[in-house]
């Protein structure tokens, strides 16, 4: 009887191992603005990177550019959506309706699962 237990005490410890998964590490997207800014008609064009997209089964749901007349804009300031899903790892935009005489800050900005991550100022 001891002999069974032991047994069916080992099968089971066996299969709750096998059955456990670890979590997977999760990196994060880095985003990167360009210091290149361009002025064309009616607005200012922008460029970003995405320097890496983190995890390959994690992937960028959102991108664009965030700004403001104060440093470090986020998303909750002004924002232009470029993309939906990840296209290319560099993109840029057109940022119209600025006020002239005015001093704007940009960064780029990438979205997912893990969050929201900024490019530099």
């Known amino acids: 009887m001891k002999k069974k237990i032991i047994f069916y005490s080992l099968i089971i410890g066996l299969l709750g191992l096998i059955g456990c998964e670890k979590d997977p ?7 990167e603005t360009s210091n290149n800014v361009e002025f064309v008609q ?3 064009k922008v460029q970003g990177k995405i320097k890496s997209e983190g995890n390959k089964r994690i992937t960028v749901d959102k991108y664009g550019f965030c ?3 104060t440093p470090e804009p986020t998303i909750y300031d002004n924002i232009i959506v470029i993309g939906n899903s990840f296209e290319s790892s560099t993109f840029s935009g057109v940022i119209t309706n600025l006020s002239s005489s005015t001093k704007y800050y940009v960064r780029a900005f990438a979205e997912n699962t ?7 100022d």
């Not at 590490?25 to 985003?31: D, G, Q, S, W």
């Not at 893990?114 to 530099?120: A, E, H, L």
């Open 25 to 31: 590490v999760v990196y994060p997207v880095t985003v």
């Open 42 to 44: 009616n607005g200012v």
């Open 114 to 120: 893990t969050g929201i991550v900024y490019g530099n």
């Open 67 to 69: 700004y403001a007349t």
